[in-house]
């Protein structure tokens, strides 16, 4: 098959990973050899932002996809940097510690609202823009719906709806869940 990209960077957090995300990466497939994941927020602490691991994320995602899609999927781990200069940067190194020399790599995203912003920090990689998908996720209500102990099945693929139920029976999903409704409930306040 003729593809035109080697490799096509997908940059998110994935928290969790839901439909709009999918079809992203089903996108980047038909357009590319190889598709790398940026994982953003990829430090070892958990919160009500970021409540999964990246380890767990890349398990999440691969879940949804077939051994032969799955062999064409790549992870880099982007930890925060609070410094969008330093940021472009290691998503820089750390892709191009990935792909092989002469690559041709490209960007897929959605310009969604002003947090895109940083699509633009990688000109010299060809943008695959894409319209908004799956009626605008948005994963912040997905995962305010989680802690109160709703999966919105209708929202996420049948790998992340297993990940999400096994995760409800952990003890940090608990300490997660109290977490938020604690805030919830200051916010209110």
Known sequence: MNYTFDYLVFIGRFQPFHLAHMQTIQIALEHSQNVILALGSAQNERNIKNPFLASEREAMILANFSPEDQARIQFVEVIDVYNDEKWQKLVKSLINQAIEPNAK????????????????????????????????????????????????????????????????????YQQLSQKFVQKDKSNLA
């Not at 994963?139 to 989680?146: H, I, L």
């Not at 102990?149 to 995760?167: A, M, S």
């Open 105 to 172: 790599v490209g960007l897929i995203g959605h310009f969604k609202d002003d947090s895109s912003y940083y699509l633009k920090f990688f000109p010299e990689w060809e943008m695959v823009e894409l319209e908004s998908l799956e009626g605008a996720l948005s994963a912040t209500p997905m995962r305010e719906a989680y802690y109160r102990g709703e999966i919105q099945r209708d929202k996420f693929p049948q790998g992340t709806i297993e990940f999400l139920e096994q995760f409800q029976h952990t003890e940090t």
